[in-house]
């Protein structure tokens, strides 16, 4: 199994980015999918999940401006990620698992980098 990120680069505070993730020897519409983030000296946090029934779930940062979605005919999961502020600023990683919570993510990718400029 391999997944990986792309879409990551610079934005400015209030620009948007879609960040897309690529999966080989896994279905995504079979598991659950998350988005995480580890910002420069900071621990990895959940950006937000989507179970297989299509319900999603987000990180209070996240609530509102990031929609997860997946593309299930090209095998993709898109992060799209509106209003970015530089704190966002984050390698940004996608996992899937059997469910939502962090343990239960088996396979994850390389991440990919988004910078928000002030």
């Known amino acids: 199994v391999q997944l990986v990120e792309s879409g990551g680069g610079l934005v400015q505070t209030g620009g948007s980015l879609r960040l897309s993730c690529g999966a080989s020897g896994l279905f995504f519409d079979e598991h659950s999918i998350g988005w995480f983030r580890q910002a420069p000296g900071k621990e990895r946090d959940g950006v937000g999940c989507?179970?297989?029934?299509?319900?999603?779930g987000y990180s209070h940062f996240a609530r509102g401006r990031f929609t997860i979605t997946v593309d299930s005919a090209e095998n993709r999961v898109y992060l799209q990620m509106n209003d970015l502020k530089p704190e966002d600023t984050a390698i940004y990683y996608c996992a899937v698992g059997s469910s939502c919570n962090y343990g239960a993510m088996h396979h994850w990718g390389i991440g990919t980098l988004v910078t928000v400029s002030s």
């Open positions: 989507l179970s297989p029934s299509g319900m999603a």
